[in-house]
């Protein structure tokens, strides 16, 4: 490829990116499920490895997890092997066509203590009565709307001396820095 077609490229992808930010910022839109190979991508996994991010959340076995906002199931498809066959990892999203692809996923995967649930976090009672070791957001926060109260039920469904993990990923168009977390 000649080097002005790379700059054509460059350009054309900095200004979509700059143009989802703007109105990701104005409307929180979550990321949408036609757009699911960009998390799952080498590059995405060399910015910020699934590996690496569950190492930080400290998932051990027997533990139960919840993947608030789960996606194409990044994180949870490797959550469920981590907690073995007595833990397990409720993984949420808001999007059918995400939860469908993570089901397919974990069939692939032969991963069966991951379960998708179509929820959104922040509705009152969200999940009422669950109780978990762990909960992550990964490169989800800026797309939630009514970001306390999510965090208010997160915080709600820990256990005493559960942790929360929230991790954001720049370039993310929805990318909150440590101050507004």
Not at 22 to 28: A, I, N
Not at 58 to 74: A, F, H, S, T, Y
Not at 126 to 151: H, K, N, S
């Amino acid at each position: 490829m000649k080097a002005r077609n790379l700059w054509w490229l460059a350009g054309g992808l900095t200004l979509a990116w700059l143009g989802w930010r703007w109105s990701s910022r104005r409307r929180r839109m979550p990321c949408p499920a036609w757009l699911a190979w960009i998390l799952e991508n080498p590059l995405t996994e060399a910015v910020a490895s699934a590996e690496v991010t569950l190492d930080r959340i400290g998932l051990q076995l027997g533990e139960r997890g919840l993947d608030v906002g789960c996606g194409p199931g990044r994180i949870a498809l490797l959550a469920g092997p981590r907690v073995g066959s007595v833990g397990e990892i409720v993984a949420l999203d808001v999007q059918p066509a995400m939860l469908a692809r993570l089901r397919a996923r974990l069939a692939e995967a032969r991963v069966c203590n991951v379960v998708p649930l179509e929820t959104d976090i922040a509705a009152p009672g969200a999940l009422a009565g669950e109780q978990f070791d762990r909960a992550w957001l990964v490169t989800v926060l800026g797309e939630i709307p009514d970001r306390p109260a999510a965090l208010r039920n997160v915080y709600r469904l820990l256990r005493p001396g559960g942790v929360l993990s929230i991790t954001g990923i720049f370039p993310d168009p929805h990318y909150q820095g440590r101050a507004r977390c």
